[in-house]
């Protein structure tokens, strides 16, 4: 058995008790971004639907399935309800699992849903999202002489994600090949291939000393990006309605 039918099986395990259905599955993390070491986990995340009477129910019905988690697999999923409330706010973490590369489980109601789904997006969110996430890496990890060496990768990612985000204003792309060839400067490439050759090919990718032109790199894209994060307009409020009649045609079964 593969590793991805032991997902599948997992994935209706999962429907089978806890009474649920499975619209859409699919990686995250580095699988999803393209530069997983040979021991990194599954991180499977799903978006399910309860029965109807659950919805009607007075006592709160948990809104979160944490399925599995240890050395190998990753597997928890949020309610449809709760994935759609979320995705009012433009959650940063709905885009990433519908733009993944792998995708493990779908359907109708879901090739239906990604149809609205970046409508909803809001560049500032997002912006801000990416850059705190770049920012609390690069403060944590990389500010010594001595660094953890794939945390570079945990960086650039998302300094490219906000770049994409301020020059194309819709979710950038999850795969960290796709937004280098677009985002990363030209003089950065080979110092970065060499990083993802190695984090793809060691069980862990230990600490080193740091690359000087990386840190150049990130410290002036974040210091950009924070400055042009302070001149997004805010956006205008989005409407309910078409969440609204998502969620009623998906638990009715339309």
């Known amino acids: 058995m593969t590793v991805e039918d032991e997902i599948l099986r997992k994935l209706t395990e999962i429907e089978q008790k806890e009474n649920v259905r499975i619209l859409y599955a699919a990686e995250s993390g580095s699988r999803a971004w393209g530069f997983a070491s040979p021991d990194s986990d599954y991180d499977v995340r799903f978006i399910y639907v309860r029965r109807n009477e659950d919805y009607l129910r007075l006592d709160n019905v948990p809104d979160v ?5 240890d050395d190998v697999y990753d597997i928890n999923g949020w309610d449809l309800k709760k994935a759609l409330t979320l995705l009012y706010k433009s959650n940063p973490a709905l885009f990433e699992w519908n733009g993944s590369p792998i995708v493990y489980r779908t359907g109708d109601h879901w090739t239906s849903i990604q149809k609205d789904i970046n409508s909803f997006f809001i560049s500032k969110s997002g912006l801000y ?12 990890y990389l500010k010594g002489e001595t660094v953890k ?6 960086v650039l990612r998302p300094v490219l994600a906000a770049r994409w985000i301020i020059e194309r204003n819709c979710p950038p792309p999850v795969k960290f090949a796709d937004l280098a ?15 993802l050759e190695a984090k793809m090919h060691m ?5 080193g000393r740091r690359i000087p032109e990386l840190n150049d790199y990130l410290d002036r894209s ?15 409020a989005a ?14 079964g339309d």
């Open 65 to 69: 399935i944490e399925w599995q988690l």
């Open 129 to 140: 999202h990416y850059l705190h996430m770049a920012e609390g890496n690069y403060r944590e």
């Open 149 to 154: 060496l794939k945390k570079y990768l945990y």
């Open 181 to 195: 060839d677009a985002m990363l400067e030209p003089s950065m490439r080979g110092t970065v291939d060499a990083l």
């Open 203 to 207: 069980p862990e990718l230990g600490e």
């Open 222 to 236: 974040i210091s950009e990006l924070k400055e042009l994060a302070g001149k997004e307009e805010p956006a205008p």
């Open 239 to 252: 409407s309910w309605d078409r969440l609204n009649e998502i969620f009623i045609s998906v638990i009715e």
